[in-house]
């Protein structure tokens, strides 16, 4: 263990410093546990009790309790760790990629440790895949398409009626169940804890950089900030056209952004150390929501201009770019958040530059 912890330390600080090595395999077995809760709770007379089943259903009561219990056990506990060696609090020489690479193996372990839901979900559709057969199905419905036919003698097939209806709703669940999108059902879901994973990754490491007490003031502060922003916006709207409300909140937003965050970057001296901690902690957590209503402004601007000055092709690139960034289309979609995901690590692996110069302030 001692030559493993040695190894690491010298060749993989990151790695030993976030233990990864050791919470992320944890991670790993509970999916494969909710995986398994979700394959075996879904029987037949789940799926019988109800003429619809609701996707992953099953997972509210003792599952949803387990995934609450084991995922505050796993993130509790992997905080203590984290933070009983802060390197960057105790002033130990740490380089650019290495505060990259532990925020983003922050989020993933986050991430690892919330999204057991999934996991449930795929044992529910991997046990209908499995033991439902399409032509099980098939012949089910079709079955159950003659309920109302006054024709059709019920006990022919059945011995009475109730055991028809259990059929049919099994049947009927089992195709919903199998038939659901992939990408729709899963990758939407998939967003929501990524989302979830990266304000509490941002928490975290803003509490591993600037301390727990400016991490508590900047979000006092950018809460304040929100508020003084929508008053100031009810005023500076109603001067305006109600056709250019939304656009001109967006860029208020993104003008206050971007002046704190020349603060945060070029006027650190003068602001003192907490100051200056809480403009850091600000632009980090703001970073993304400005990301994505810059790229809407960017994207009025440009169909602005292919519109005022006859630009078909650029008219036809933002139509094709708005058409097909929508979750119909998988790939699209897909490398829509890849690249915003790119950019979020993009800008923390540059802003790691301005945490270093942060710490070294005199207090």
Known sequence: MNNLKKYLLERYPTVWNTHIIWILPLAIIAHFFFFGMGFLGLTDNVLADDYYYRWAENFE??????????????IVVWLIFVFKNNAFKHFYPIKRRQLL????AYFVIVLSCISFFISFSAGEQVKVITKYTDSYIEAALEQCSQINDDSYNHSDNYNNYDEFTRDCHIAENAYNIKNKEFFKDYYIFTIAFMIAAYIVTLLIFAVKITGLRTTLLSIITGGILIIFLCILLFFITSLVSFRYEERVAMSVFSLFYLLILFCSVRMQQHFGKLISGILLNITMFFFLPILLIVGILLFDFLEYLSYHFDLYGLENVLYDIEYYTNDDFKIPFLLLNITIILCVIGFMGLYSTVMKQWKSLST
């Open 101 to 104: 690479g532990q925020f983003v």
């Open 61 to 74: 009561g003792l599952p949803l309790l387990l995934n609450f219990v084991i995922s505050t056990l796993l």
